[in-house]
């Protein structure tokens, strides 16, 4: 009896241990957007620069130590961003994917200042990451593959990530003690503008191989880039419609293999379903911004998130979505309080994090019942990081939600948003015209930028 009760607790405890050691974390961190011209005396119609004395009547309202909603981020906001990273699950951190547009959009400084920007937000992250490897990806406002930024994260990457990033910006990452490999895009060569070039077809190449030598060595791959595949009217980007089909059927070859896809740039917390032959067959996770972000469109806080995974074979087991309240923080004279925000799997109900659940999920946003109502409420509080001003979204904005969220080609996502359209008008609600108010909205977002 004392061997069969010595027996049990040695199963015990190696389960115990064996299950702890498959549980890892790792950050997703995007869209800095730093601006080291961002100052407090700075003025909203000058992109919180400080205003010349001789050309402006001085800002109309003060200003926050963290930022503004109008402008990119102070310095101030994300040191304090990375300060909080240093204090959760550190121990068990086994990377960092960070995933572009370091600086700000409306940064004016010349290629070397713009390097410098980018040298003083790598030199932040390996203090804060000290023992942790950081895998950047390139956003549409970073510079292009170069010697000079590949010098600046050598020290994360290997040498044939290197070479491969020095040329044309994307790299893989082989998990040493797991069977998960981790593929860095370069989203911006889907582009109108990149995707015919020599660099595009050798990353189409390179990624072929790629994904079939993982399913070869029966390896689990994260796909890890800037801007996801489909369309979304609240953030217009100039994705290829070929790059975006070519992503999306390559995506479908490779579901088995594929355990998570990892985006950012919308500046705000969704998602994407992509289904082969109605069948939902993979899911990505966009994050939002660390930069605090204002639109037309809607506003969002700055945000930070923590996935929890299984480290053996990339299964993703949950994530907690960080946020801070940007306008409590400017309040505040001391230091900013980041908190949790929500944990994906309890706020929306899910068993699991997979390509099935998001898709119930994605079925609830259309609004219809009031358990769907309620559940879309929690979705767009979500979306725009618990913005005080988020709530704002009739049934003809959940329903455009719904397109993006789950018609990833270009055409289905047009004529999801038409069908909608068609039966909220049917019902006679309001129907918001998309493609106009998109252009007045980009008119005014273009003015705004003249003054």
């Known amino acids: 009896m004392e061997i069969a009760n010595l027996v049990v607790t040695l199963i015990c405890v190696i389960s115990f241990t064996c299950t702890h050691a498959k549980i890892g974390y790792f950050w997703h961190i995007t869209d800095f957007h730093y601006d080291p011209l961002y100052t407090s005396q700075g003025d909203t119609r000058r992109h919180c620069r400080r205003a010349d004395e001789r050309g402006s009547s001085g800002h109309h309202r003060a200003l926050g130590r963290y930022g503004d909603y109008s402008c990119d981020s102070s310095l101030e906001l994300i040191d304090s961003a990375a300060r909080y990273m240093r204090t959760r699950h550190s121990e068990n951190v086994e990377f960092v994917l960070w995933t572009g547009d370091i600086i700000a959009a409306r940064y004016t400084g010349n290629e070397d200042d713009k390097y410098q920007a980018i040298r003083n937000m790598t030199d932040l ?3 804060t990451f000290s023992s942790h490897f950081v895998f950047p990806v390139l956003g549409h406002l970073d510079p292009a593959p170069s010697a000079q930024l590949t010098n600046l994260w050598m020290h994360w990457l290997p040498l044939e990530a290197l070479q491969t990033f020095q040329n044309g910006g994307y790299y893989t990452i082989e998990q040493s003690h797991s069977k998960l490999r ?4 370069n989203t911006n060569l889907f582009s109108i503008r990149e995707s015919n070039s020599l660099q595009a077809r050798n990353q189409w190449e390179w990624l072929d191989a790629v994904l079939d030598k993982a399913t070869t060595n029966k390896e689990m791959v994260y796909i890890v880039g800037h ?4 369309d979304d009217d609240c953030y217009a980007y100039d994705t290829s419609v070929d790059a975006n089909a ?5 995506v479908r070859r490779h579901s088995r293999i594929i355990a998570g896809q990892f985006f950012g740039h919308l500046h705000a917390d969704t998602f994407r379903v992509i289904y082969d032959h109605d069948r939902p067959v993979s899911w ?5 911004s660390v930069s605090p972000h204002r639109d037309p469109a809607g506003s969002s806080n700055p945000g930070l998130r923590l996935y929890k995974f299984d480290t053996n074979n990339g299964k993703v087991l949950d994530y907690t979505q960080y ?3 940007l306008s ?17 799997t309890q706020y929306y109900g899910l068993h699991d994090v997979s390509a099935n659940s998001l898709h119930n999920l994605a079925d609830k946003l259309r609004i219809g019942t009031p358990q769907e109502t309620a559940v879309f409420n929690k979705y767009i509080r979500a979306y725009n990081v618990r913005h005080e001003n988020s709530d704002s979204c009739d049934g003809a904005c959940a329903h455009q939600h719904f397109c993006a969220i789950t018609c990833l080609e270009h055409v289905a996502y047009r004529q999801c948003v ?3 359209a068609s039966a909220l008008a049917a019902a006679g609600k309001s129907v918001p015209l998309v493609a106009p108010l998109i252009t007045v909205l980009t008119i005014l977002a273009f003015i705004i930028v003249l003054l």
């Open 418 to 420: 038409e069908a909608a």
């Open 125 to 127: 992250l390996s203090r």
């Open 227 to 230: 801007a996801a595949p489909g």
């Open 323 to 325: 946020y801070l309240d």
């Open 328 to 344: 409590a923080a400017n309040r505040n004279t001391g230091a900013a309080e980041w908190t949790a925000e929500y944990n994906l």
């Open 182 to 185: 981790i593929v860095a895009l």
């Open 246 to 250: 070519k992503y999306l059927q390559t």
């Open 284 to 288: 990505a996770l966009l994050a939002p």
